[in-house]
């Protein structure tokens, strides 16, 4: 989850940063639920920011909520005008302030690896979505595809930053805890650190939940 402290001073300039990395993990993640969504489905985006992950998914027509713990990454988000509702929320420490079943569709892009445990997010992330609802979401992998088994994997950034790299049967385990089936999948390249070349890799995965339709 964006912390407020860690994004209040650049929020403004977050959006050209991203350029900068050739960050395109939005635009695979909307090529991945496009199949999946219609006009009109509500959905959650945890971690919003400033809302990069979610606009092509308001243009479409799907209302987008969003919540975040960086009430300047909120500004940002707000002045798009592409969100019907903004709420400040840190998931790391607050439940999702909206009743069970709530939202068609749940994502959350370039997120999760800033947390060790995911248990907390991945269950009220499924309490909020319908049955056969869908809920998206990226973790950070190596080039190779990621961290085996149920291992997760600490990694400090240059900005002094600690990740997680969560294994593959960590996921697949939290998958089947709550009741989600993944349907798709894809390693991506995240980003390039336009200084040194460095890049960071993704999985995107798209998962339903139970057997229903959504409706």
């Known amino acids: 989850m964006t912390d407020s402290d860690d994004y209040s001073d650049f929020a403004a300039q977050y959006d050209s940063m991203i350029e900068q990395f050739q ?3 939005d635009a695979a993640v909307f090529g991945l639920m496009y199949d999946r969504v219609e006009p009109g489905d509500k959905i959650l985006d945890i971690g919003i920011g400033t ?40 998931v790391s420490r607050e439940q999702i302030p909206y009743e069970d079943g709530f939202f068609q569709h749940v994502l959350t892009c370039g997120v999760l690896h800033f947390f060790e445990s995911l248990d907390d997010v991945f269950r009220e992330a499924v309490r909020v979505l319908k049955d056969g609802g869908t809920f998206t979401f990226t973790v950070m992998a190596d080039r190779d595809g ?18 997680f790299l969560q294994g593959r049967g960590y996921i697949t385990e939290l998958c089947s805890q709550n009741g989600l089936k993944p349907v798709a999948w894809l390693l991506v390249l995240g980003d390039v650190d336009p200084e040194d070349g460095g ?9 339903r939940k139970g057997t229903g339709t959504g409706e």
């Not at 992950?53 to 005008?81: H, N, P, T, W």
């Not at 990621?146 to 990740?163: I, M, S």
């Open 23 to 25: 960050s395109y993990a």
């Open 51 to 90: 809302g990069l992950a979610s606009e092509r998914l308001a243009r479409y027509g799907l209302s987008v909520y969003g919540i975040d713990a960086s009430q300047a990454m909120l500004r940002e988000c707000e002045k798009k005008r592409m969100a019907k509702e903004l709420r400040r929320v840190d």
């Open 146 to 163: 990621g961290v085996e088994g149920r291992t997760v994997t600490r990694r400090q950034t240059k900005w002094g930053r600690e990740v």
């Open 199 to 207: 890049k960071n890799y993704y999985w995107i995965y798209v998962t």
